[in-house]
């Protein structure tokens, strides 16, 4: 059974940094794509950024592009997402989430495992 937990979330003002991690555990996940979602209060859960976990190639939501990093560390099946120039508009829920076979894919539907979320508050 695979298993997301993820950490790093807190509250921060407009233009600082954040660096979130999801530890995955349960597969061998060279077959996975892993991603972060976020969800506002009263929005739905849009997606953040992804990785495919073979080869680390990585895709973005326009609005996060630039300013968002994905990565992950293969040995110790930690996925990270690098938040810089934070502002109050990326104040959410984040979520991390899987999916096989992996694929550039950007709907909650497609996933099928996710975390309990990590809260990021941005105030400016």
């Known amino acids: 059974q695979v298993q997301l937990v993820e950490s790093g979330g807190g509250s921060v003002q407009a233009g600082d940094s954040l660096r979130l991690s999801c530890a995955a555990s349960g597969r061998t996940f060279s077959t996975y794509s892993l991603g972060w979602f976020r969800q506002a209060p009263g929005k739905e859960r849009l997606f953040v950024s992804g990785i495919f976990w073979s080869n680390g190639y990585t895709y973005y939501t326009r609005s996060v592009k630039g300013r968002f990093t994905i990565s992950r560390d293969v040995a110790s099946n930690t996925m990270y997402l690098e938040m810089t120039s934070l502002q109050p508009d990326d104040s959410a829920v984040y979520y991390c989430?899987?999916?096989?076979?992996?694929?550039?894919?950007?709907?909650?539907?497609?996933?099928?495992?996710w975390g309990q979320g990590t809260q990021v508050t941005v105030s400016s």
């Open positions: 989430a899987a999916r096989s076979p992996f694929g550039v894919y950007t709907s909650e539907k497609n996933y099928d495992y």
